[in-house]
């Protein structure tokens, strides 16, 4: 039975206890603990009440430094730092405050006594970056591990795929991606001037760690495949526009090529209507390709899209990793 402790209660701490509750496959995962320094109220309300994925099924209570739902009583700290938490027996700390961007960060939940940490994003202060469906053999006895982007998920195990089977000469990916709270809600300086602008009034390009987190996780693309980023006025659910050059010659209808590959696959999901993205919202796959919009282009290019929810999607690779990494404890 995996214990896990979840440090951060903001989108992907929420949305990762949301299906941990949901989903009757994670009964035996056991939660020790959440940890945020917002107020438990204010925390236990923004879990029972969710703009993107409605309201909580039953009751969330606050009581006394517990979080009380779906029948568990949770214990909830307020600490700035869990260095100094008793957090011997857990197996995993889900590090999902966006901070563990320096080793002692990052290394905190080791620290006090964890067998693992699970970054939920790109860190340069991990061991490891690993992708689910790209470079799992690389896990090793990593102790503090990245969980990459929401993005690099998506491309990940879609590159690794392609290449394997017909090989790519060069590829360009675009993410469509929907805003995040890194940006303004009104005119703001931030670090680019794009990105200083309201994040719900424009389309703003801008770049992404998934281009340098990519190559990291698919060392063997270096040079043969860029990634670019346009932020939109959506809340949840992104896309992937890839337009990829083949070293082998694709026989027949590429979307058989596709179905033949990813069919039965958790990772890349396939879907043949025509949908718009709030249709993929809470869909648990790293990526779903949008089969109607798959295009040729002469003998050795085609153009792929997918979509993925970015938040419940990567949830799901966080709970997956978790799995792994506890398992290889044992």
């Not at 991606?177 to 390009?205: F, I, K, L």
């Not at 050059?245 to 958790?266: C, H, I, Q």
Request: overall charge negative; proline content about 5%.
């Amino acid at each position: 039975m995996p214990r896990i402790m979840i440090n951060g209660f903001g989108r992907i701490g929420r949305t990762v206890l949301r299906q941990l509750l949901r989903d009757p496959a994670h009964t035996d995962i056991e939660i020790a603990a959440i940890n945020d320094i917002a107020p438990l109220d204010m925390c236990a309300y923004l879990f029972r009440y969710d703009s993107v994925f409605g309201p909580w099924p039953g009751t969330v209570e606050a009581d006394d430094g517990h979080l009380l739902v779906a029948g568990r009583r949770i214990p909830f700290w307020q600490s700035a730092d869990i260095s100094g938490r008793d957090l011997a027996g857990v197996d995993v700390v889900l590090e999902c405050t966006g901070t563990a961007h320096t080793r002692p960060r990052a290394e905190a939940g080791v620290l006090a006594g964890a067998g693992a940490v699970l970054v939920s994003g790109p860190s340069e202060a991990a061991d490891q970056t690993i992708v689910l469906g790209a470079n799992e053999a690389d896990l090793g006895g990593a102790r503090i591990i990245s969980n990459a982007s929401c993005t690099t998920n998506a491309i990940g195990p879609l590159m690794a795929a392609i290449d394997a089977a017909l090989g790519i000469e060069a590829a360009h990916v675009t993410t469509v991606h929907c805003y995040t709270g890194s940006q303004p809600t009104v005119d703001a300086p931030a670090a680019s001037y794009e990105r200083s602008r309201a994040a719900a009034v424009s389309m703003v390009p801008t770049t992404t760690s998934a281009a340098s987190q990519v190559i990291k996780v698919l060392p063997g693309l270096a040079g043969r495949i860029s990634v670019a980023a346009i932020r939109v006025p959506a809340i949840s659910v992104s896309t992937i526009d890839a337009t990829i050059r083949l070293k082998t010659r694709p026989e027949g209808d590429f979307n058989d090529l596709l179905r033949a590959t990813f069919s039965g696959s958790r990772l890349v999901g396939l879907i043949d209507d025509p949908c718009v993205s709030t249709d993929l919202r809470g869909r648990p796959e790293s990526v779903v390709l949008a089969l109607p919009e798959t295009m040729r282009s002469g003998a050795d290019q085609v153009r792929i899209m997918g979509w993925y929810d970015n938040e419940w999607g990567f949830s799901a690779r966080m709970i997956d990793m978790t799995r792994r990494i506890a398992a290889r404890q044992v």
